[in-house]
Structure formats: C-alpha cells, structure tokens
C-alpha cells in the first residue's frame, strides 16, 4: 500500500535549487512504495521541471502562487496542516529548508542556505555598511528559521561544514544529521584538465544568479581583481551569466570592463553552463558563503582550472588542493591567478587529480538516495 509524503519546495527557483531538487525526484521515482506530493512555486524552471516528471505516476506537483515570505508561512503552517490530514501524509519533507510549528507529523528539514547560519556573512554586511539590508535579508529570517530548525530533528545537510555553521547559533547535539549526496561523483564524472596556453587570452567565467549584488555573492571582489588586471596589460576576456543592462545599471560592475566582456544572461540549465568549461576558462567565486557550490563542483567535473575563496567551506567540499584566495583582498585574487600563469602541465594535471579524488571519497560515504533516509526516519516512528 502507498504511503504519501509531502516535499515542500516552495522558493525554489534558480538553476542550482532546480537540479538538485531534480536529482532528489529522480531518485524518488526509484521507489513506487511512495506518492509525492511536490509543492512549488510557479516559476518557467519549474515549468521545464514539471514537464520532465509528468508522466511519472507517483509524483505529484502542487503550484503555488509566490506572494512572499508571510504568505509562505501561512501556506506551510495552516494549508499544509489541512493537505495533510486530508491525505494522511506519514512525513514531510521541507527540502527548501523551513519548518512547520504546529505539525506532528515527522519531518525532514533540508539546509542548503547558509546565508541566515553564518557569522563570516555578518562581518560581510558589516564591511559594506549595510546595517539595514541585514537586518531585513538576515537577521529577521533567522529568527524565523532558526525557530524551525530548533524544532527539527531530522537534519539534511550537503557538507560536514554546514553543521558547524548551525552550531553558532543552536545546540546541535540533540539533532539527527543526514549527510546527504546532491551530484553524481564516481570516477566517470570528472573528465580530464583542459588544454592551457597562457601566452594565449584567458577566459575568466563568473556563473552567478539574478542575486548577484547581494553581499554574500561579493562580486565585488571578482570586479576589481578584473579591473587590476586590466591595468596590467594582461590580455583576457570575461564571460558573466548576467545581461548587459543588470550589470551596468548596477553601482558593483566597472563599466571599463565592458569591452572585455560578454554578457550571457541567466543559463537555464547544465547543459548551458557546461559549454562554458572550454580550454583556456578559469571559473572564479567569490561567494562569502556556500553549502555546496554547486558550479564549482561542476566546473572540476569538467576538467576547468576554479579559484574560490579560502573559507571553511570550499576546504570541506573541494579540498585543500583547489586554489584559492583570501577573502575581501581583490590583490589575493589577481596573486592567485597570476600563480596559476606559472603553472606547468604537469601541476595541472596533479592539482586536478587530488581535488577531483577527494571529492570522490569526501562524497562516498554519504547518503545517495533521499528514499533511504525517508525510510530511516518512518522506521524509528
């Protein structure tokens, strides 16, 4: 007999929250013993989403108009109550990473933003004298979940790190923490490096989303490093997922960069951005803070030299063999590169190798179906 579970997905929207949620309903669909009733904002990537699964019978989409986050809380906590008694769902699942204060039912709470768990995000706000921005973008939604979360006891978390992020602000000790897997890592993933001439122009790709002027993206510290660069004479180009008018109607972008710079617009899906990793790319983040980064881990898939900041994170995911750079400090960023036009073939090669092996092994030991975990939780109730 079939048991219902409930996915909550509501604000889910960009590409990166769109192929992870994709993977996890993949997955889904490896086990009939369930029906899931998927509930999502109306969105064209969930559109395109929805499209893929409609002819799978036991997954079930529910739309649901955006209309802020208070309208989220009632829909969570008063519709979701009713839905639930009405289908007799035995778990919820909030894979976007709230919770629900009234409920009973078990749960399993999905943390894949570490933008209200973070105090190097607090200092990032702090730097940039926006006092006010953080009180309305942080400090307010982590009094509302970081209440749920204190509730929760079922945790899905992407990376080890992220639950050192949580221990800032609760105590985690009475938690159950899943260490779940959110892409394919077996060995036939990870192609080898591209092909690098440094005596030729070098392509430097920055993959970040409509948010991008939010501080923890800190693009702030990619725009000056490329500004830098320019003054040295250095011939390269930029490749940015933003449109032309984004960036320059924003006080961030350096309108002399324009030249050097080709405007891609907002990519949909993987297959777009893998057409990026070309011989002679490096990607750069810059994010302040990240549970995955998933772009990152594409790029090293794809065999494209990546700089990321030396922050606990990218150590926990990408290894100590990535290169990097110190945070806040655009002159870190240009020694990085300018370290990397020293780089031999055969440093390539090994860098490329450790990291890739290391997240081989730093992904095996975790979770790779969420039905495992779903059935973990019910089998203790």
């Known amino acids: 007999m079939y048991q219902n579970i409930l996915i909550n997905a509501l604000g889910i929207q960009d590409s990166g929250g769109i192929r992870v949620l994709e993977k996890m309903l993949y997955e889904c669909t490896q086990n009939k013993k369930y029906i899931y009733y998927v509930f999502v904002n109306g969105h064209q990537n969930i559109t395109h989403l929805i499209e893929k699964f409609i002819a799978v019978k036991n997954i079930v989409f529910k739309e649901i108009e955006n209309k802020g986050i208070l309208h989220r ?14 289908h007799n769902i035995v778990l919820v699942y909030n894979f976007s990473g709230s919770n629900q204060y009234l409920q009973t039912t078990p749960t399993l709470v999905k943390v894949q933003n570490l933008m209200f768990y973070s105090k190097r995000l607090d200092d990032a706000y702090k730097k940039y004298d926006h006092k006010k921005l953080w009180i309305k973008q942080v400090w307010m939604k982590r009094l509302i979940f970081l209440s749920m979360l204190k509730k929760s006891q079922n945790l899905e978390i992407q990376s080890t790190h992220v639950k050192d992020a949580l221990s800032d602000f609760m105590n985690v000790e009475n938690k159950k923490f899943f260490l779940k897997n959110d892409f394919s890592a077996s060995e036939n993933d990870f192609s080898k490096s591209k092909k690098y001439d440094f005596d030729k122009k070098i392509t430097f790709l920055y993959i970040v989303g409509p948010h991008f002027d939010l501080p923890h993206k800190n693009i702030q510290d990619f725009v000056k490093a490329m500004r830098i660069l320019k003054d040295s004479r250095k011939e390269f180009e930029i490749k940015i997922t933003l449109s032309f008018d984004e960036l320059n109607n924003s ?21 777009e951005i893998q057409k990026l990793f070309q011989n002679n790319t490096i990607l750069i983040s810059t994010s302040v803070i990240e549970t995955l980064g998933l772009h990152i881990i594409e790029g090293i898939q794809d065999g494209v030299l990546c700089i990321a900041p030396d922050e606990l994170y990218a150590k926990s995911v990408y ?18 590169i300018f370290n990397i036009y020293d780089l031999k073939e055969r440093e390539i090669q090994n860098m490329f190798s450790q990291t890739q092996q290391y997240i081989i092994n730093n992904e095996e030991n975790k979770y790779h179906n969420i039905v495992d975990i779903f059935d973990e939780i019910l089998e203790k109730e």
Not at 321 to 331: G, I, M, P, Q, R
Request: proline share 0%.
């Open 251 to 271: 006080s961030l972008w350096d309108t002399t960069l324009n030249d050097n710079t080709t405007f891609l617009g907002y990519l949909k899906d993987k297959n």
């Open 73 to 86: 809380l009632y829909t969570e906590n008063i519709s979701f109550r009713s839905f639930i008694n009405k």
């Open 319 to 336: 290894g100590d063999d990535l290169l990097k750079y110190l945070l806040f400090a655009s002159e870190s960023l240009v020694y990085s």
